[in-house]
């Protein structure tokens, strides 16, 4: 019954890895939990989230909110981009968050959708690309949690937001590296 803290180190052990994907999560997340919650205790009972179908995105936002599909509190919908919608159940406030404009560096971007392009095609990705686009990555990474939330994020109230429970299964996107050789 005590309180406890959940930092992005306990996150990426829950994740598996420290990347970029859940080091943006983390950052949106936690800036609608401080709106939500400004005392700076997070009542995970008391939250739904939507969530797009990609590995890093679901595990942070299960993780930091509480939100689960089978307790009708998470949604997972592609249609909400690379950010979330947070809502506190006992108030109906809600947000939805995302990266303000000119965060993503968009040779980072290229880069991701070369990569996973050659991979759908069965194509072999050198280990140099590999290193590269992970070293862009890390770049991203340091920028998050070295810069103010509020140069990254655009947090936007949503007024008289519904929240509704569904699921959606997909395939996994965070593996398309794994055999390649390094």
Known sequence: LKT???GLKDL????????DGLVIAFVQIKAVLIRLFPDGVVDRTDIRAVSKNGP???????FMTGARINFQTLRIDNAVG????????STGEAYQVRLAPGVFPARQAEFESEI???RVLGKTVSASRIDEFERLADQLSQKML?????NLVE???LQDYRFIPMDLQGGRGDIVNKDMPR
């Open 116 to 118: 996973r392009k050659a």
């Open 56 to 62: 890093c995105w679901v595990d942070a936002v299960a």
């Open 155 to 157: 947090v936007t109230p």
């Open 12 to 19: 990426a052990r829950m994740h598996g890895h420290l990347c």
């Open 4 to 6: 406890k803290e959940i």
């Open 146 to 150: 070295s810069t103010p939330a509020s």
């Open 82 to 89: 690379d950010g979330f919608i947070i809502q506190k159940i």
